[in-house]
């Protein structure tokens, strides 16, 4: 089995640094550009499904790399984004930062001391709920010789990728959050799942 995992492409919220989570936040032209070429390089990639998040941003890049292929596209609740609550479209750029919470930005810089706004998810909920999925991909024997995409976001796609490298959560972020449509290549051989290249875009 292989996993191709991609982070969506641009939104107007990306560009703004707003954070996203579940906000239901589309790709803009330039989001929709970037999937296109990271489709054109993926055209002779044989997929045999796709695992999507619900939201628009994650659906629209998955859609756009399909192209024409007929295989099941599965939307996958574990996958969607971490939730931010209350703080979901508040600023963390220099010159319009209101983000109310002192400590917030330990989320990047300092994730074992993060404490989640109301409303939202806390990292260790998010890697419980991403390693569940890969667990049960990784484990189906129906799937093994399968080629498959995930489409997803920045922080689910590193609780992902820390499951694989087993890492603690002071770690979560090394490796940081993948560029828009950067994609990452998963093998997985005997219900152990390897990262064979990370991060990789095409445009």
Same mark, same amino acid.
């Given at each position: 089995?292989?996993?191709? /995992?991609? $982070?969506?492409?641009?939104?107007?919220? =990306?560009? !703004?640094?707003?954070?996203?989570?579940?906000?239901?936040?589309?790709?803009?032209?330039?989001?929709?550009?970037? !999937?296109? +070429?990271? #489709?054109?390089?993926? $055209?002779?990639?044989?997929?045999?499904?796709?695992?999507? #998040?619900?939201?628009?941003?994650?659906?629209?890049?998955?859609?756009?790399? @399909?192209?024409? $292929?007929?295989?099941?596209?599965?939307?996958?609740?574990?996958?969607?984004?971490?939730? &931010?609550?209350?703080?979901?479209?508040?600023?963390? #750029?220099?010159? =319009?930062?209101?983000?109310?919470? *002192?400590?917030? /930005?330990?989320? &990047?810089? @300092?994730?074992?001391?993060?404490?989640? *706004?109301?409303?939202?998810?806390?990292?260790?909920?998010?890697? /419980?709920?991403?390693?569940?999925?890969?667990?049960?991909?990784?484990?189906? @024997?129906? /799937?093994?010789?399968?080629?498959?995409? +995930?489409?997803?976001?920045?922080?689910?796609?590193?609780?992902?990728?820390?499951?694989?490298?087993?890492?603690?959560?002071?770690? &979560?972020? @090394?490796?940081?959050?993948?560029? =828009?449509?950067?994609?990452?290549?998963?093998?997985?051989?005997?219900?152990? !799942?390897?990262?064979?290249?990370?991060?990789?875009?095409?445009?």
């Amino acid at each position: 089995m292989k996993l191709y /995992m991609i $982070r969506h492409g641009e939104t107007d919220w =990306n560009v !703004a640094k707003r954070f996203q989570g579940r906000s239901d936040i589309p790709l803009n032209e330039e989001g929709r550009r970037l !999937a296109r +070429v990271t #489709s054109e390089a993926l $055209r002779e990639t044989h997929f045999t499904r796709i695992y999507t #998040s619900p939201l628009k941003r994650a659906y629209e890049t998955a859609m756009i790399i @399909k192209r024409d $292929r007929n295989i099941p596209v599965i939307n996958e609740p574990r996958i969607i984004e971490i939730s &931010f609550g209350e703080y979901e479209g508040l600023c963390c #750029s220099k010159e =319009n930062y209101n983000i109310p919470d *002192p400590e917030f /930005m330990n989320f &990047f810089d @300092k994730p074992e001391a993060y404490k989640p *706004p109301k409303g939202a998810e806390s990292i260790e909920q998010l890697k /419980m709920r991403t390693a569940d999925f890969l667990q049960e991909i990784v484990h189906n @024997k129906t /799937m093994e010789n399968d080629t498959i995409l +995930v489409s997803t976001h920045g922080a689910a796609l590193r609780g992902i990728l820390s499951g694989i490298n087993n890492v603690r959560i002071e770690d &979560f972020w @090394k490796g940081g959050v993948h560029k =828009n449509c950067a994609v990452t290549i998963v093998e997985v051989k005997n219900g152990q !799942a390897f990262i064979i290249e990370e991060g990789k875009t095409y445009y």
